[in-house]
Nanobody, 119 residues
Framework: QVQFAESGGGLVQPGGSLRLSCVVS????????MGWYRQRQGSGHQRELV?????????NSANSVKGRFTISRDNAKNMVYLQMNNLKPEDTAVYYC???????????WGQGTQVIVSS
């Protein structure tokens, strides 16, 4: 069973930066496309794709974060990262990683990591 453990969230002012990390266990990580997803608070907010990365390192991202967020991976450590720059209040959400660079492959999720962008 694949498991995810996210970390690195916190409270940051608008314009600030954070780096999220996710360690993946239970599968052959280097073969997996991976994605970062987020869920904002409030009714009607579904979990949405933020950025994805293929096993070979090809990336994709949502229009709302293009030019600000960068996804990367370290196959030797079974880790996937999300560098977030120029954060905006609308980036406030719980961030999760999952297998799948466009859609999540698994119904089970980690605990996520909370990002709050506020002055």
């Amino acid at each position: 069973q694949v498991q995810f453990a996210e970390s690195g969230g916190g409270l940051v002012q608008p314009g600030g930066s954070l780096r999220l990390s996710c360690v993946v266990s239970g599968s052959i990580f280097s073969n997996l496309g991976m994605g970062w997803y987020r869920q904002r608070q409030g009714s009607g907010h579904q979990r949405e794709l933020v950025a994805g990365i293929s096993p070979s390192g090809e990336t994709n991202s949502a229009n709302s974060v293009k030019g600000r967020f960068t996804i990367s991976r370290d196959n030797a450590k079974n880790m996937v990262y999300l560098q977030m720059n120029n954060l905006k209040p609308e980036d406030t959400a719980v961030y999760y990683c999952n297998v799948g660079r466009f859609l999540p492959n698994f119904d089970s999720w980690g605990q996520g990591t909370q990002v709050i962008v506020s002055s």
